[in-house]
């Protein structure tokens, strides 16, 4: 028996309509939200790597001034020889040329934060990302060398100064001290351990370049991102 009763179908069709549309807008704007969450998150680690990049590049300014001048006392050591004189330019040379060791630690704590939380692909630029491994990369590099260089200081450098050298007098004191053995200033075994140092140094120099070249580089991809963003 039919039912006598007709179907809405029209009424039923739009119904249906305004429950589908309404469900795809709310899908929409959830992940417009979500975007523009993320969007918000993403900048904010952008300035926050930018302070860390020139407040590295500024420290490493300054270690690479240092270590410049370190190579030349250890050149200038180079030129002595077991009759030179002790002076206070002498204790320089020897205080901060051969027992200094002075390391570079770029202050990068907003990549690190990224990198820990699993939010590096926050970042929307691929170029960047791939910026920033590299980044992450020449950092552990020079943490390697560096560490070979403290370990070399500390092995083959540092007993021999122990031995021939009064530390009270050049490290603590650091008044003019006219007891030191300088006859082993001509030693090859002196010579040939400036030398060596002045090698390390120069490993540790070309690491160095290879953080600088690549913080430059993340950091103008940085400003570039952000010019974008206040542009929009």
Same mark, same amino acid.
């Given at each position: 028996m039919?039912?006598?009763?007709?179907?809405?179908?029209k009424?039923? =069709?739009?119904e &249906?309509?305004?429950?589908?549309?309404?469900?795809?807008?709310a899908f929409?704007i959830d &992940?417009?939200?979500q975007?523009?969450?993320? #969007?918000i998150?993403?900048?904010?680690?952008?300035?926050? =790597?930018?302070?860390?990049?020139?407040?590295?590049?500024e420290? =490493?300014?300054d270690?690479?001034?240092?270590?410049?001048?370190?190579?030349?006392?250890? !050149?200038?050591l180079l =030129?002595t020889n077991g009759?030179t004189?002790y002076?206070d !330019?002498?204790?320089l040379w020897?205080d901060?040329?051969?027992?200094n060791?002075?390391?570079?630690?770029?202050?990068?704590?907003a990549?690190?934060d990224l990198?820990?939380s /699993? +939010?590096?692909?926050i970042?929307?630029?691929?170029?960047?990302? #791939?910026?920033l491994?590299?980044v992450?990369q020449k950092?552990?590099?020079l943490?390697?060398?560096q560490r070979?260089?403290?370990l070399?200081? +500390?092995?083959?450098i540092?007993?021999?100064?122990?031995?021939?050298?009064?530390?009270s007098? *050049?490290?603590l004191? #650091?008044? &003019?001290?006219?007891?030191?053995?300088?006859a082993?200033?001509?030693?090859s075994?002196f010579?040939?351990?400036?030398?060596?140092?002045?090698?390390l #140094? /120069?490993e540790?120099s070309?690491?160095?370049h290879e953080v600088r070249v &690549?913080?430059?580089?993340?950091? !103008?991809?940085i400003?570039a991102e *952000?010019?974008?963003?206040?542009?929009?």
């Open positions: 039919n039912d006598p009763q007709e179907i809405p179908w009424r039923i =069709l739009v &249906a309509t305004a429950i589908v549309a309404s469900i795809l807008l929409a &992940a417009w939200w975007d523009r969450t993320e #969007r998150v993403e900048v904010q680690y952008l300035h926050a =790597l930018r302070e860390d990049l020139l407040s590295s590049l420290l =490493l300014d270690a690479e001034a240092s270590q410049r001048r370190q190579v030349e006392y250890l !050149e200038s =030129l009759d004189p002076s !330019e002498l204790r020897i901060d040329g051969l027992f060791v002075g390391t570079y630690q770029p202050q990068i704590s990549l690190h990198e820990s /699993g +939010q590096t692909q970042i929307q630029n691929q170029d960047l990302r #791939r910026v491994a590299s992450r950092m552990n590099d943490e390697i060398v070979d260089f403290q070399s200081q +500390q092995m083959l540092d007993p021999f100064l122990v031995d021939h050298f009064n530390l007098n *050049l490290m004191d #650091r008044a &003019a001290n006219s007891e030191t053995n300088l082993v200033l001509g030693t075994d010579q040939s351990r400036v030398a060596f140092k002045i090698s #140094r /120069g540790v070309q690491s160095q &690549a913080f430059t580089e993340a950091l !103008e991809l400003e *952000l010019e974008t963003t206040n542009g929009s």
